[in-house]
Structure formats: C-alpha cells, structure tokens
C-alpha cells in the first residue's frame, strides 16, 4: 500500500539528543511518533478512497490519487512483492527515488511528479516498521536518560558525604598528631635516660673486663714460668740419670721435648677453653646487671684463690731451687771424680745446665714481678668493685624512679595511641567502602552514559535516514544517514535498515 507522506523540515546531522534534559528527548520522539500517525492516517485514507476501480494509467485524465490506488492495488496482488511492481508502467508520473532494506523485505519509495514538491509514494509496512524502531530508541534514551540522572544524583550526594567524612578524618588526624607528638617526646625522655644509665654499666663493665683479662693474662704467665720450672728440674734429674749413655740421653731428650710439646699443646687447649669459658661468662654478663656484678665478684675470689697459690709456688719455687743447687754440688763433684770418662759428656751439660739456670732466675724474677702486679691488680678490682657497687645502687634507684615516672604516661600514652588506631581502622575502612561504592556509581555512571550516547547516535542516524530530498525541492524529516538503496549513475546503492538500532 502507497502513501503520499508530506516531509517535515529537517533538522541538523549534528544536533544530539540532549544529555541533561529527558523531556527534551521525549518531546521530539513524540513528535515523531505524532508524523508517522498522520501518514499511517492518510495511507488509510487513501486504500479506502480507492474502491474496485481500476482507472487507465496512460489517460490522461489520471491524477496523482489515481495513480496510488493504482499503484496500492498492484502491490496488494503480489504480496510476496513490496517494491510496487506497477510503478515501472508509470515512469513519466512518477520517478523512483531509492530502496530501503527492512526485516519484511525491500521497499521502494517514488516520488509523484504531478502531486505536491515533497511528497513520497511508499508501503506501510515500511511505515510501521520505522515507527516501531522509533518507539524502541525513544524508550531506551528515555531509559538511559532517567538512570543516568539517578547516577547524578546518587554521585553527588557520595560527594557530599565524603567531603564530611574527609572534614572528620581531617579533625581526627590533627588530634592524633599532636597526641603522637606528646607520646614522642615522653618516648624520646626516658629513651635518654635509658641511653645514659646503660652507657654508665657499659663502661663499668668494659672496665671490669679488661681488668679481668689482664689479670687472666698475668695467671697464664705464672702458670708457665711454674711449668718451666718443673721441666728444668725434670730435665736436669734426666740428664744426670743418663749421663753415661749419651744415646740414651739423646732419645730421652727428644721424648721430653715431644712431651713438652704435647704440654704446651694442653695449655693451649686450656687456654683455648678458658678463653671460651670467658666467652660465655660475658655473654651470660650482659643479660642484666646483677648477674655480672656477681660474677664479677666471683672472678675476684678466683683470682685471690690464685694469687695464693702462686705466692705457695714461689716458695715452693724457692725451696726447689735450693734443693736443685744441692744436687748440682753433688752431681758436680761426681763429674769431677768421673772427668776422664765423660769429660765430653760434662761440658755439654755444664753448658746446659747454666743455660736451665738462668731460665729459673729470670722466671723465678718475673713471678715475683707477676705477684707484684697481682697484688697491683687485686687492690684496683677492689677498688672497682666498691666503685661499681656503688654505681650499681645509683643504676638501680635511677631506674627505679624512671620506671615510676614514666610508667603512668607510657600506660596513658599507650591506650591513646590504641584508641586513635583503632579510630584510623574503622575510617580507613569506611573510606575503602565508601571508594568502592563510589567506585561501582561510576561504573554504572559510564554504563548508562554509552547507552545514552548510542540511543542518541542511533537516533541521530534514524533522522539522517529519514531525511530525504525530492528533486531538490524541500528537506526531509532528517533522517538522512541510511539512504537505502540510492542510484547513482545507474548504479544502486543497498543499506539495510536493521543498522538503524
């Protein structure tokens, strides 16, 4: 069925919907609906005017109502066809314009060369397929447009809340910092007299150490002058023994320097596990104060312990050495009555023997020196150990005034900062909340800004599709984007109108 539409003016390729005004929107859609009513209207109007007859399209007499109902009648022979077979008979009345590809097939649209400039010969079917399409896109814009003022709306009040709950947190930090600041300096306080109190037993103890070692030192040299001095009255004894078999004497002498070795070897290993036995002494030490000033004192029962027995052993020393110069008379004049027999033999432990000698005076000299300087020794650790008994009480009252004081600002200091954590917990998780909600209303934001954007992108080419000049004369309803199928130098052109939405 055919119908002379009238064309509306048409608007610009570049006006959009607006964004920000639904009503706008809604009024041109109504607009458009209104227009396509008034043709669906008039292509009525026109199938019911033309009755069974069936005029001549060569008279002369034909006019433009004729030839539609002429035309409406030929398409309604062949359903199959919506193109209007017929209009081919009417060339000098009518010239083909374009063809529109739909879903119920290929519609062909004329215009009428006798009737109004403007004036298009079309189907219904076309007609009514545009007007559901418009309907469509006018309620999914007017959709978009509504969700994306409640986006607006709800973004806005987020806004609000999170400047107020920003101000909060803004108040809540300022509290917070000048708290902290406070607790700082209450912190940094008694940091300085912690630092000052254990600086004073740090030096009172490295003191006591390096007494400690000196005098372990001074105990070791004693202990191998006393070990020397027992080897030369053992290797003086062996060798008179063993004076008439040189050999022997020779093999005797090379297993006392094996066990001298192995000797010095112990001491080494004792003086090895003294060393870690000190070791772990001042490791045990340091972990508190008492401790070391009890250990402390038990190193200086040890080393009187020792001092005495070194005195014991020099006069032990002393009679050995009398009892050694005896025995060397004795042993002397039997060298004397034996000269001719081991005259060789008695030079070379003459020589020997004065060597061993000197090495026990200079020995016994520097363990008289040694005992000097234990007595030396004795009197300074005393002295630093009433010293350091003293500071030790000094230490003691000192921290236990600061933990007195410090102790009710540190327990307040500690339950503030507590509660002002806690407080930054739950703003922090409100504020993650509140990002991830504002998060999703952006989201849905953009999702109903594209849907807007393709509504209007779609309508805006539904207007350009619709826009269509006849014969140069007028403007369509500006539609003009999808042209159909359009001829252009006898060629045709198809644009199928499902690209519409």
Not at 37 to 49: G, K, N, T, Y
Not at 292 to 316: F, T
Request: hydrophobic content about 35%; proline content about 2%; glycine content about 4%.
């Amino acid at each position: 069925m055919t119908s002379q539409t009238p064309l509306a003016p048409r608007a610009s390729r570049d006006s959009k919907v607006p964004s920000n005004n639904a009503k706008e929107a809604a009024i041109t859609m109504s607009d458009l609906q209104e227009q396509i009513r008034h043709l669906r209207a008039s292509v009525e109007d026109l199938a019911s005017s033309s009755g069974s007859s069936k005029p001549d399209r060569n008279s002369p007499d034909a006019s433009p109502d004729t030839l539609s109902s002429t035309t409406t009648e030929s398409s309604s022979s062949t359903p199959s066809e919506t193109s209007l077979p017929c209009i081919d008979e009417l060339e000098d009345k009518v010239s083909y314009l374009y063809t529109i590809s739909g879903s119920s097939g290929d519609h062909r649209v004329f215009g009428c060369n006798h009737c109004a400039p403007g004036e298009i010969l079309t189907s219904e079917e076309l007609l009514e397929e545009m007007q559901r399409k418009i309907s469509n896109m006018a309620e999914r814009g007017q959709k978009a447009v509504q969700g994306w003022i409640e986006a607006q709306q709800q973004l806005h009040l987020l806004k609000k809340q999170h400047h107020q709950f920003t101000q909060t947190i803004s108040s809540k930090a300022q509290k917070y910092r000048v708290a902290e600041a406070n607790s700082r300096q209450l912190i940094v306080k008694a940091e300085k007299e912690k630092t000052l109190a254990e600086q004073t037993m740090s030096s009172n103890y490295q003191r006591s150490k390096a007494i400690e070692t000196d005098l372990r030192q001074q105990a070791l040299k004693a202990e191998k002058a006393k070990n020397l001095a027992e080897q030369v009255n053992a290797d003086m004894l062996a060798h008179w023994n063993t004076s008439l078999w040189e050999v022997a004497t020779l093999k005797a002498r090379v297993q006392h320097l094996e066990s001298q070795m192995e000797l010095e070897k112990n001491v080494r290993r004792t003086v090895e596990e003294d060393a870690t036995a000190l070791r772990n002494q001042a490791e045990a030490a340091e972990q508190s104060a008492t401790c070391r000033i009890a250990s402390i004192e038990q190193q200086d029962s040890v080393l009187l312990a020792a001092r005495n027995e070194l005195q014991g052993q020099v006069e032990r020393d002393n009679v050995a050495g009398m009892a050694a110069e005896d025995t060397t008379n004795t042993l002397t004049q039997e060298l004397s009555d034996q000269q001719d027999i081991l005259y060789a033999t008695r030079k070379h432990l003459e020589a020997q023997i004065k060597r061993e000698i000197n090495a026990r005076i200079t020995a016994e000299r520097e363990s008289e020196t040694l005992l000097a300087r234990v007595r030396e020794a004795t009197a300074q650790s005393r002295n630093y150990l009433d010293s350091n008994h003293r500071l030790s009480a000094e230490i003691l009252e000192l921290t236990h005034e600061k933990e007195q004081l410090v102790a009710v600002d540190l327990a307040g200091v500690q339950r503030h900062c507590d509660a002002l954590q806690a407080a930054r917990n739950d703003d922090a998780m409100r504020m993650d909340a509140l990002e991830g909600r504002n998060a999703y209303l952006e989201e849905r934001l953009s999702v109903y800004e594209e849907t807007r954007w393709t509504v209007s992108a779609d309508t805006e080419a539904l207007s350009d599709t619709m826009s269509i000049p006849s014969r140069g004369q007028g403007q369509g309803w500006g539609f003009g984007s999808l042209r159909g199928l359009r001829r252009r130098g006898g060629d045709e052109e198809r644009v199928s109108l499902e690209d519409l939405v």
